[in-house]
């Protein structure tokens, strides 16, 4: 252990030092979607929160509250839609002139999970999108666009796991791995909602086992990554909902197994909120992996307004006010850090998810 | 590996030579409670073997049994009250005046899981008491009682397993780690009998995911535990079957996931049967620790008796009777052992439990 | 990992060197009978075409295909027959005379599972027997003489994994200990055709939670195994179709859980053949663990077949036209080269499987 520390640290300060100067594309990795993921899960959060709305028409109380939630769900959708066009752009340019650091991102062992970011974000995007809107999309070809990329990347990374001795499972988990799962879910997720049955089945498929598989190994051995990293642990708890709204767009209703991923997700968030000390290290100076902060709970959110309207009563309606509030409050608490700290977002060197 | 055996061992023989001459209340640790955890699910055992009959009625041949065991399952009943009454006073007391001592219990990585004890044998015999009784009791208040201890200390342990460097999974795994899963099966149980069905679901969830990881775990890599613990491993099928009885009450009925489990512990109990020589080290000197010898046994034959009436059939039939025949040898066996050694438990000091 | 692979290499060389002029018993291991079970893999895949032709008669284009397959598969069928009866005489003398090699092979993290074959090569045969043949076999006798081998097995090896701290599953694993598995899903596959439901499922229960335990220890840390045993790593898609045809047999359909297992299995070949790099080191001479390339292709074939039958469609069915005619290509691919090595598989030592 003490081994997999050192691997992971030195080659940080070296990064951190060659590159004192560099510019915006320099800057922007694949880490920025983060923020895009957390627009867009809060966009697909309050869009749920309206149509559930719909459907219990004058029973809930909330209905005033739709008068609120409405205008803000259609700016969340552009604050989402325009956040990630611009950072798809930068990064696509990061692609053309610094293809270097891209192929450094793609051999890091925490920057190639963050790889699977912007297709995950484009598709909860196309998720919270209005039927309207999509109707007039060649929504299927448009799936099929940011499914692939995410099976590619599969192949390659769990592959990779199996096969390679270097990279091997056990010497490269960390909570950012996470984040190919959701990936999975997500797709399946999208792809269940336009009854792509076969497809979405596949996704959660091999996203489930892998699941597993990452689960447990973090569990057994959760150290060696860094610090800075630690508001990525919220994926602890994020990845289960996530899993649950994939399984209950596939199953067509949420049974007794979304029940028991929720539950999972409940515990797990409950367990690291009782752990303050942990993030303690991490919440010194402000990085964009802080975004991580954020996505997570908005999923679980999601998921727990499913779990209010399938068993009803006061006690799912209340867990699901809390978190959906408590989403709401990281994410605002969010975009006014990131507005403090535009400067050093965009010019400072983000040290938790550079590349050289 | 060297490494973590020579982490277990040192600790201990310092402890043992610092307390040459404790009182009896530095020496009831939380370990005691595993005798009434086999009372209590010796109690359970003849509950479920009793009422089989009163389902089953005429067509058995057990019948006749039953006069047998109605007195006798009363007899338990009062036996297992009674020492889990006094044995829960020696530990307030322990509380009390030993504090140091219980702080150490709950930082040692195998005392820990033995303050799920208490919980789980209060709850069996709340499971074993008969209706009428239960109807004078404030019985969701009690359930309230025993099961949140148990999701707090959840919360504890699960969550240092993930977040501590120091205490992480594959540092602290043994056999022991099986006590907390046990604990969740067990309330869960406990509250789909009084119709929680969504509380049942969600220990279960959190249970089950956690046997799975702690399932692997020891699996992968048993090593580094106290040859005196080595009764302990019995719960390597007593888990499963636990896990079946709380699926089988959850779902209200025996299907196949339930079956899945049962023959898993089946599987499990065989293995180890067929394994005489792992056991050999700790069966020189009577410990309080061969009482983990009893409880898992116990909870196969309620698994079987379930089982039996699910399938109905000979072979069925004829292994609950092996089964629970099993249980109530082991079980007697234990008591007359107790009552032979009685003097080294209560005023020697157990080396295998002990803490200064 | 250094450590492990040292282990394992050294033992190995000393064998080469003490056993230069070996007779062809010391020779045929237990791992000449991965040729059966290709065989026998290659017989069913024929029977299930042809009975899934019988069933979709005439509205399938491949129905002409039925007069080319019909033969094929009766002579595959002889053919496996006498290949599986020859090498289990052979092996029957190996055991009479070179009882010292068979308990070598017992006491070896890789040969031990190969110990599994010969049993699962017998159930395939047994399943891939006309109806008419069976009807005059005393069925359940051979049934139960092939899967008592195997829980016999399994309770040694798995028991071993639990128990010993020199054979523990993270130093012994390796890609033939899915063989196990794959002898437990065979089994359970054959006894659910039979109708012994309880059985099958507890051979596919002990399977699966088996299976989840080697696949994520295997994913975790894949060290240490020769590279002339690479073929095997084609295990990693044949476990869970095996898994697959067993859970469809014993629930009578090909519902979600076959599905998800089909496509993970699906996902695994795929991600191996994107690596055909990892595969360059062991196709440099070839050897008997060659085999090991053409059964996992037809359990995924035979799977295929039954996913075509649930689902309909043209994508379905021309996976399983693309499986079936990879699994004949490589199937037929072996037995040329096996013709063209005859010399070297029985009169010249094979250092990937030997032992003195």
């Given at each position: 252990?003490?081994?997999?520390?050192?691997?992971?640290?030195?080659p940080?300060?070296?990064?951190?030092a060659?590159?004192?100067?560099?510019?915006?594309?320099?800057?922007?990795?694949?880490?920025?979607?983060?923020?895009?993921?957390?627009?867009?899960?809060?966009?697909?959060?309050?869009?749920?929160?309206?149509?559930?709305?719909?459907?219990?028409?004058?029973?809930s109380?909330?209905?005033?509250?739709?008068?609120?939630?409405?205008?803000?769900?259609?700016l969340?959708?552009?604050?989402?839609?325009?956040t990630?066009?611009?950072?798809?752009?930068?990064?696509l340019?990061?692609?053309?002139?610094?293809?270097?650091?891209?192929?450094?991102?793609?051999?890091?062992?925490?920057?190639?999970?963050?790889?699977?970011?912007?297709?995950?974000?484009w598709?909860?995007?196309?998720?919270?999108?209005?039927?309207?809107?999509?109707?007039?999309l060649?929504?299927?070809?448009?799936?099929?666009?940011?499914?692939?990329?995410?099976?590619?990347?599969?192949?390659?990374?769990?592959?990779?796991?199996?096969?390679?001795?270097?990279?091997?499972?056990?010497?490269?988990?960390?909570?950012?791995?996470?984040?190919?799962?959701?990936?999975?879910?997500?797709?399946?997720?999208?792809?269940?909602?336009?009854?792509?049955?076969?497809?979405?089945?596949?996704?959660?498929?091999?996203?489930?086992?892998?699941?597993?598989?990452?689960?447990?190994?973090?569990?057994?051995?959760?150290?060696?990554?860094?610090?800075?990293?630690?508001?990525?642990?919220?994926?602890?708890?994020?990845?289960?909902?996530?899993?649950?709204?994939?399984?209950?767009?596939?199953?067509?209703?949420?049974?007794?197994?979304?029940?028991?991923?929720?539950?999972?997700?409940?515990?797990?968030?409950?367990?690291?909120?009782?752990?303050?000390?942990?993030?303690?290290?991490?919440?010194?100076?402000?990085?964009?992996?802080?975004?991580?902060?954020?996505?997570?709970?908005?999923?679980?959110?999601?998921?727990?307004?499913?779990?209010?309207?399938?068993?009803?009563?006061?006690?799912?309606?209340?867990?699901?006010?809390?978190?959906?509030?408590?989403?709401?409050?990281?994410?605002?608490?969010?975009?006014?850090?990131?507005?403090?700290?535009?400067?050093?977002?965009?010019?400072?060197n983000?040290?938790?998810?550079?590349?050289?």
């Amino acid at each position: 252990m003490a081994n997999s520390i050192h691997i992971v640290v030195e080659p940080r300060k070296t990064d951190e030092a060659a590159a004192p100067a560099s510019s915006l594309l320099t800057r922007v990795n694949a880490g920025y979607f983060t923020i895009c993921l957390s627009l867009g899960a809060q966009a697909v959060l309050l869009n749920t929160l309206i149509s559930d709305n719909d459907r219990a028409t004058t029973k809930s109380p909330i209905v005033v509250a739709d008068r609120v939630l409405g205008p803000w769900a259609v700016l969340m959708l552009w604050l989402s839609l325009c956040t990630l066009a611009l950072i798809s752009c930068l990064y696509l340019l990061r692609c053309c002139f610094h293809l270097r650091l891209v192929k450094a991102e793609c051999s890091d062992r925490v920057a190639v999970n963050f790889l699977f970011v912007p297709w995950i974000s484009w598709l909860l995007l196309l998720r919270a999108a209005p039927h309207r809107v999509l109707a007039r999309l060649p929504h299927e070809v448009l799936l099929w666009a940011l499914v692939a990329p995410i099976v590619a990347l599969d192949i390659k990374l769990y592959g990779q796991w199996v096969t390679s001795e270097k990279r091997s499972l056990s010497a490269v988990a960390n909570p950012t791995s996470h984040l190919p799962m959701v990936g999975n879910f997500v797709g399946a997720w999208a792809a269940a909602g336009v009854g792509w049955r076969e497809t979405a089945l596949c996704l959660f498929a091999v996203g489930l086992v892998h699941y597993v598989v990452v689960f447990i190994t973090l569990y057994q051995r959760l150290t060696g990554f860094r610090a800075a990293l630690r508001p990525v642990s919220f994926l602890f708890f994020g990845t289960p909902s996530a899993a649950c709204l994939a399984w209950s767009s596939i199953s067509g209703g949420f049974g007794v197994a979304c029940k028991m991923l929720f539950f999972l997700s409940l515990f797990l968030l409950a367990s690291l909120m009782c752990r303050p000390a942990y993030f303690k290290k991490s919440v010194k100076k402000f990085s964009v992996a802080w975004w991580a902060y954020s996505f997570p709970v908005s999923f679980v959110a999601v998921a727990s307004t499913q779990y209010a309207e399938e068993v009803k009563g006061a006690a799912a309606g209340g867990l699901m006010l809390l978190l959906s509030s408590l989403s709401l409050l990281v994410f605002v608490a969010m975009l006014i850090l990131t507005a403090l700290n535009t400067d050093r977002l965009l010019r400072q060197n983000d040290p938790s998810l550079s590349f050289t």
